[in-house]
């Protein structure tokens, strides 16, 4: 089996009242902003582009969502993030969208060389009505004239197997997970089909979402991945992102 280290790039943290993100709380929460890259022999992938540098010092692109989360906290840029885990951004050779909210596209233009892999349900939706109406999706985060290879169901990165696009539609149209084979086992990097591992748990969708019955369906997909022993990582649950603590999984 190749060699694969799937790095933790932390693109920053923004906080809202939990009840704006899921049904489960209505507290305050803190929540990272969780992006992978994934060291392959035959290329670099990063699974998430985070969020968009100019919210490293102000809300303001974030529009009427500002004040859903009301604060953002930016150690560095995405480029930055990348270069803390000592990786050239440039180099990167691929970039998995899970799905295009500003949350996880927005640090694209830190990526120059990558091309993107996303579900062709999910890409084409970015010309819609509804897309453009919506303030979580900002085109002009990543529609910056990258290649795009738009995929349909599941997709094998390499064709060995180890780096898959697993389709878990829902949130969005098009939203897709990425299963990963490392030596110590599966990999599912959730994205936001599930933000947290108690949305997982209590059976909990947020309050907004293309089609919230679909997304339960996905994460009964997600369930079956744990049943079979993989590790399930999720994009934005605070207390599993403090355990990584940074550290690559191999
Ligand atoms: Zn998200």
């Given at each position: 089996m190749p060699q694969i280290r799937l790095i933790p790039v932390e693109s920053g943290f923004m906080t809202s009242k939990a009840g704006a993100l899921s049904e489960d709380a209505t507290s305050e929460m803190r929540f990272p902003i969780a992006c992978w890259i994934i060291e392959h022999p035959k290329g670099l992938v990063i699974f998430d582009t985070g969020?968009?540098?100019?919210?490293?010092?102000?809300?303001?692109?974030?529009?009427?969502l500002s004040k859903v989360f009301y604060q953002i906290d930016m150690e560095h840029d995405l480029k930055g993030a990348i270069e803390s885990q000592g990786i050239d951004p440039a180099k990167i050779t691929h970039i998995v969208f899970s799905h295009l909210h500003f949350d996880h596209c927005g640090g694209t233009a830190a990526v120059p060389n990558g091309r993107i892999v996303v579900q062709k349900a999910e890409w084409e939706s970015r010309t819609t009505e509804r897309f453009r109406n919506n303030a979580s999706y900002r085109a002009c985060d990543f529609d910056l004239g990258h290649d795009v290879e738009e995929v349909e169901g599941l997709h094998d990165l390499f064709g060995d197997s180890t780096v898959i696009c697993i389709p878990t539609p829902g949130h969005t149209i098009g939203h897709q997970s990425l299963k990963v084979e490392l030596e110590s086992g599966t990999v599912v990097l959730t994205g936001d089909c599930c933000y947290w591992r108690r949305m997982l748990e209590e059976d909990l969708v947020p309050p907004f979402g293309y089609d919230l019955d679909l997304q339960r369906k996905s994460m009964e997909t997600l369930r079956q991945f744990a049943r079979k022993g993989a590790t399930l990582i999720f994009s934005h649950d605070a207390e599993q992102w403090a355990g990584i603590d940074g550290k690559p999984l191999t």
């Amino acid at each position: 089996m190749p060699q694969i280290r799937l790095i933790p790039v932390e693109s920053g943290f923004m906080t809202s009242k939990a009840g704006a993100l899921s049904e489960d709380a209505t507290s305050e929460m803190r929540f990272p902003i969780a992006c992978w890259i994934i060291e392959h022999p035959k290329g670099l992938v990063i699974f998430d582009t985070g969020l968009h540098a100019e919210l490293q010092t102000s809300a303001a692109r974030l529009g009427s969502l500002s004040k859903v989360f009301y604060q953002i906290d930016m150690e560095h840029d995405l480029k930055g993030a990348i270069e803390s885990q000592g990786i050239d951004p440039a180099k990167i050779t691929h970039i998995v969208f899970s799905h295009l909210h500003f949350d996880h596209c927005g640090g694209t233009a830190a990526v120059p060389n990558g091309r993107i892999v996303v579900q062709k349900a999910e890409w084409e939706s970015r010309t819609t009505e509804r897309f453009r109406n919506n303030a979580s999706y900002r085109a002009c985060d990543f529609d910056l004239g990258h290649d795009v290879e738009e995929v349909e169901g599941l997709h094998d990165l390499f064709g060995d197997s180890t780096v898959i696009c697993i389709p878990t539609p829902g949130h969005t149209i098009g939203h897709q997970s990425l299963k990963v084979e490392l030596e110590s086992g599966t990999v599912v990097l959730t994205g936001d089909c599930c933000y947290w591992r108690r949305m997982l748990e209590e059976d909990l969708v947020p309050p907004f979402g293309y089609d919230l019955d679909l997304q339960r369906k996905s994460m009964e997909t997600l369930r079956q991945f744990a049943r079979k022993g993989a590790t399930l990582i999720f994009s934005h649950d605070a207390e599993q992102w403090a355990g990584i603590d940074g550290k690559p999984l191999t």
